[in-house]
C-alpha cells in the first residue's frame, strides 16, 4: 500500500533526459526531505539522491533530484544502458509515523 | 567502511515466527543512525518495516505493527527483526539498512545489506 505515486515505467534512447514523478501528500513530501533509490536487477536498492538533490559520493551527476510541494522529481540526463533499473522515491510519513516509498519506476534504455 | 549482513531462516512455515538477524561489521550501531528493515515481495516493491535506535526506541510500520518486533544487541553489533503470524504474503527478500542523518533535515537508507530471501510456505 505505497503512498507516494509514480509511473510504472518510463523510456528513453541512450544520451536522452528522463524524467520520473513522484507525487504524495502534506504529511510526507510536503513536510520532509525525499530520497530516491536505484535497484539494480537481482541488487539491494542503492542510495542515489538525498534531501531532495542531494548525490552520495560516486553518484554521477547525470543525476539529479528535484521537490515542489508535495511532488518530486528524479531527472536522469545522458541515458545510458547501466541506467536500466527500478527507481523508487522515498520520504518520511508525519501522519505514519514512518517511512513511505513509491510505487517504483522501471526505466528501460530503449 | 561499514557493512550489513542479513542472517537466518530461508523457509518459515505459516503462523509461525521469522526471525532475522542484521550484523554491523566495520562501524558500531551504537553510532548515531536508525537501523531498519525493508522487504520486496518477487516482482514488487520495497515495504518499509520498521527501525530502531541503539537505545532501544523503535518505530513501525502501522499494517504491521501489531506482528513486528525488532530489537537491537549491542555487545554483538547487530539488530534483529522478528514477524509473528507468517502468511504466504509475507514471502519476499529482507533487507537490512542503516538510515543515517546525511543532512539536517532528512535521513535516508544510505547503506543495505545484500537482502535474504524468506518464503512461508509448509
Known amino acids: 500500500q505505497s503512498v507516494l505515486t509514480q509511473p510504472p515505467s518510463a523510456s528513453g534512447t541512450p544520451g536522452q533526459r528522463v524524467t520520473i514523478s513522484c507525487s504524495g501528500s502534506s504529511s510526507n513530501i510536503g513536510s520532509n526531505t525525499v530520497n530516491w533509490y536505484q535497484q539494480l536487477p537481482g541488487t539491494a536498492p542503492k542510495l542515489l539522491i538525498y534531501?531532495?538533490?542531494q548525490r552520495p559520493s560516486g553518484v554521477p551527476d547525470r543525476f539529479s533530484g528535484s521537490k515542489s510541494g508535495t511532488s518530486a522529481s528524479l531527472a536522469i540526463s545522458g541515458l545510458q544502458s547501466e541506467d536500466e533499473a527500478d527507481y523508487y522515491c522515498a520520504a518520511w510519513d508525519d501522519s505514519l509515523n514512518g517511512q513511505v516509498f513509491g510505487t517504483g519506476t522501471k526505466v528501460t534504455v530503449l | 567502511q561499514v557493512q550489513l549482513q542479513e542472517s537466518g531462516p530461508g523457509l518459515v512455515k505459516p503462523s509461525g515466527t521469522l526471525s532475522l538477524t542484521c550484523a554491523v561489521s566495520?562501524?558500531?550501531?551504537?553510532?548515531?543512525?536508525?537501523w531498519s528493515w525493508v522487504r520486496q515481495p518477487p516482482g514488487k516493491g520495497l515495504e518499509w518495516i520498521g527501525e530502531i535506535y541503539h537505545s532501544g526506541s523503535t518505530n513501525y510500520n502501522p499494517s504491521l505493527k501489531s506482528r513486528v518486533t525488532i530489537s537491537v544487541d549491542k555487545s554483538k553489533n547487530q539488530f534483529s527483526l522478528k514477524l509473528s503470524s507468517v502468511t504466504a504474503a509475507d514471502t519476499a527478500v529482507y533487507y537490512c539498512?542503516?538510515?543515517?542523518?546525511?543532512?539536517?533535515?532528512?535521513?535516508?537508507?544510505?547503506?543495505w545489506g545484500q537482502g535474504t530471501m524468506v518464503t512461508v510456505s509448509s
Open positions: 539498512a542503516r538510515d543515517a542523518q546525511l543532512e539536517e533535515d532528512g535521513r535516508a537508507f544510505d547503506i
Open positions: 534531501s531532495n538533490n
Open positions: 566495520g562501524g558500531s550501531i551504537s553510532s548515531s543512525n536508525w
